[in-house]
């Protein structure tokens, strides 16, 4: 084994094809099960969990042993150009949680699942996968997502949806959400949705910006700025948020929030759906 390299928040050990982190405040379950990304399986394991997932046509299979995680056959420039960012390894999660948990709710939400991170996504891929969640469960989300790898061959830029129509799409069983896909394309590829603009906008500008795609309401596009930009101050409203705000946060989020409100919807929206607040 390689000796351990250290980097900022977390540190690492190549072996053979696979790369071991310890980290703290990393949970795959609850990293990858909340509702932010939709193509991550759990497979039966020794470990604590394994999942097997995607970053855009990048295959993964990551296994959890309490605060070591493996990343199997995963080169070490890989894991370092690829998999740290996308996990978010970089970010202080214990600062982030103490700030938090200075509100009594959000300090509950915490503690009851404190490995949850924001994954960074691939913006393209984030965009679909949220036009296509909407009024929807996630497996239904999940099997769509699948139908749409296997008539692409794997996940598609915008780009490559450019000659599809209907017909095309039809395979996906999207119903109303063809439509949204396919303005989403026709958008994107004129460039009246400015894009690569967005990750310099404020949330509202964004916002604005992406509800000019048909279908794309509020919710949506918070969805989009928060996992597929990191704009950590999306703060997206769901029916779940609406009982966390209408019955803890009437007059509005507390200060401790201010600048990561997406992060603390994720530990809020968690925590309400699990009965534990």
């Not at 995607?54 to 990551?62: G, I, N, R």
């Not at 938090?100 to 503690?111: F, K, Q």
């Not at 409100?261 to 929206?269: D, I, K, T």
């Amino acid at each position: 084994m390689n000796p351990i390299r250290y980097d900022a928040m977390f540190d690492y050990s190549t072996d053979k094809n696979d790369v071991t982190v310890r980290c703290d405040h990393l949970d795959l379950r609850q990293t990858l099960d909340c509702g932010q990304a939709f193509r991550w399986a759990e497979l039966p394991s020794d470990y604590d969990c394994t999942f097997t997932g995607f970053y855009k046509k990048k295959p993964l299979t990551v296994s959890q042993d309490k605060d070591r995680f493996i990343f199997h056959n995963t080169s070490e420039d890989e894991f370092l150009s690829c998999w740290a960012d996308y996990f978010d390894l970089n970010e202080d999660y214990a600062a982030l949680a103490a700030r938090l948990s200075e509100d009594s709710t959000l300090a509950a939400a915490v503690s009851f699942a404190p490995g949850i991170r924001i994954l960074r996504q691939d913006f393209e891929e984030c965009l679909i996968s949220f036009i296509i969640s909407q009024n929807n469960n996630i497996p239904r989300i999940k099997g769509i997502i699948s139908r749409l790898c296997e008539l692409c061959g794997g996940f598609p830029d915008i780009s490559e949806l450019r000659s599809a129509d209907e017909e095309f799409l039809s395979p996906l069983r999207a119903g109303f959400r063809t439509k949204y896909l396919l303005d989403c394309v026709e958008k994107v590829s004129s460039g009246d949705v400015d894009c690569s603009g967005i990750f310099s906008m404020s949330v509202d500008e964004g916002t604005a910006e992406l509800k000019k795609i048909k279908g794309v309401g509020e919710k949506v596009a918070k969805c989009v700025l928060l996992f597929g930009c990191h704009k950590l101050d999306a703060y997206p409203v769901d029916v779940w948020m609406k009982r966390v705000n209408e019955r803890f946060y009437p007059d509005g989020l507390p200060e401790c929030t201010r600048g990561i409100e997406g992060a603390a919807q994720q530990y809020l929206f968690y925590a309400i759906r699990n009965g534990a607040i």
